[in-house]
Nanobody, 122 residues
Framework: QVHLVESGGGLVQPGGSLRLSCAAS????????MGWYRQAPGKQRDLVAA???????NYADSVKGRFTISRDNAKNTVYLQMNSLEIEDTAVYYC????????????????WGQGTQVTVSS
């Protein structure tokens, strides 16, 4: 099994910054893509940003130029630096990873974090 632990959420004023972290642990052989999704009340969960093992990134149009995703492969950790936060960024942010684990054999996995609340308010 793969366990994800997220941290870094909180309350911030518009224009402020937050940095989210997500560390993966378990019988991990390889992590391919790592990403962040968010879900606001009454809305679906949407992709915010993703990064491949080679460092290729993908962002939602709404966060381009404001958010930066990065990863530390040695620590199996992904980060999301969020700058110039807007009220519309308020949501629960979820970390997602996919890759290969070893449990009596090599198996693909997809795991989700428990979510961390980001609230942007004056």
């Amino acid at each position: 099994q793969v366990h994800l632990v997220e941290s870094g959420g909180g309350l911030v004023q518009p224009g402020g910054s937050l940095r989210l972290s997500c560390a993966a642990s378990g019988s991990i052989v390889r992590i391919n893509a790592m990403g962040w999704y968010r879900q606001a009340p009454g809305k679906q969960r949407d992709l915010v940003a993703a990064i491949t093992s080679g460092g290729r990134t993908n962002y939602a149009d709404s966060v381009k130029g404001r958010f930066t995703i990065s990863r530390d492969n040695a620590k199996n950790t992904v980060y999301l630096q969020m700058n110039s936060l807007e009220i519309e960024d308020t949501a629960v942010y979820y970390c997602n990873t996919e890759g290969t684990l070893y449990s009596g054999g090599y198996r693909p996995f997809t795991s989700w974090g428990q979510g961390t609340q980001v609230t942007v308010s004056s």
